[in-house]
């Protein structure tokens, strides 16, 4: 299993400002996957990060709004910018193991923007 | 497009009554069925992957089946500690970008009375 670490866990955050997310690896992964879990509802993918390359960001996200950076193998940080009450979510990130036949998911760092 | 529907909404169990969970699922090419737990304010929790129809895995008080339209994930004697919400998810088995990419079910919430 992978063993997954997020900072911030939560943050309160005024409208127009930006947060980085940070996510840590305890093993060296290729891929990291960052979902946004909105109140009430289930997971969705914002973008998947691969080292070395540009993330790859789903339908309705932009890199502009979602800024991903991916320095090494370990470790990747999600930035939500200018910031509006609608970003209020849980984001979580994600690696797969054995193959991609598992995925783990970190703890999640609950957003609140005012 | 992928589409992965999960029934009931919420479940209300009496400790020790067993039942079922329902997660249906449309998608161009099945890489993988997976089924998670999230506690309130948690990440989701890995449980079991499904790769084909008529597989079956178990752990504890859950049994997962896979057929070729829908999964089901089948509670035994359930104990208050098993209430949580209960995910289940899609993965495609398309190269490139999408590889890995994880489609989401809306989520069971299952809440186990003593």
């Known amino acids: 299993s992978a063993v997954i670490s997020q900072k911030p866990s939560r943050d309160i955050c005024q409208r127009g400002t930006s947060l980085t997310i940070q996510c840590q690896v305890d093993?060296?992964?290729?891929?990291m996957f960052w979902y946004r879990q909105q109140p009430g509802q289930s997971l969705t993918l914002i973008a998947t990060?691969?080292?070395?390359?540009?993330?790859?960001?789903e339908s309705g996200f932009v890199i502009d709004k979602f800024p991903i950076s991916r320095p090494n193998l370990t470790f990747s940080t999600l930035t939500v910018s200018n910031m509006s009450p609608e970003d209020s979510s849980i984001y979580l990130c994600?690696?797969?193991?054995?193959?991609?036949?598992?995925?783990?998911f970190g703890p999640g760092t609950r957003l609140t923007v005012l | 497009e992928d589409q992965v529907t999960q029934s009931p909404e919420a479940l209300r169990l009496q400790e020790g009554e067993s039942s079922s969970l329902n997660c249906s699922y449309t998608?161009?090419?099945?890489?993988?069925l997976f089924w998670y737990r999230q506690d309130p304010g948690k990440g989701p929790e890995f449980l079991f992957t499904?790769?084909?129809a008529g597989e079956e895995k178990e752990k504890e008080r859950l049994k997962a089946t896979l057929t070729k339209k829908e999964s089901f994930l089948h509670i035994t004697a359930p104990k208050p500690e098993d209430s949580a919400t209960y995910l289940c998810?899609?993965?495609?088995?398309?190269?490139?970008?999408?590889?890995?990419?994880?489609?989401f079910g809306q989520g069971t919430i299952l809440t186990v009375h003593p």
């Open positions: 499904l790769y084909s």
């Open positions: 998608v161009s090419g099945l890489r993988g």
């Open positions: 093993s060296q992964v290729t891929m």
């Open positions: 998810a899609v993965q495609v088995s398309a190269g490139g970008t999408s590889y890995g990419k994880l489609t």
């Open positions: 990060a691969n080292q070395g390359s540009e993330a790859t960001y």
């Open positions: 994600s690696v797969p193991a054995g193959g991609a036949d598992t995925q783990y």
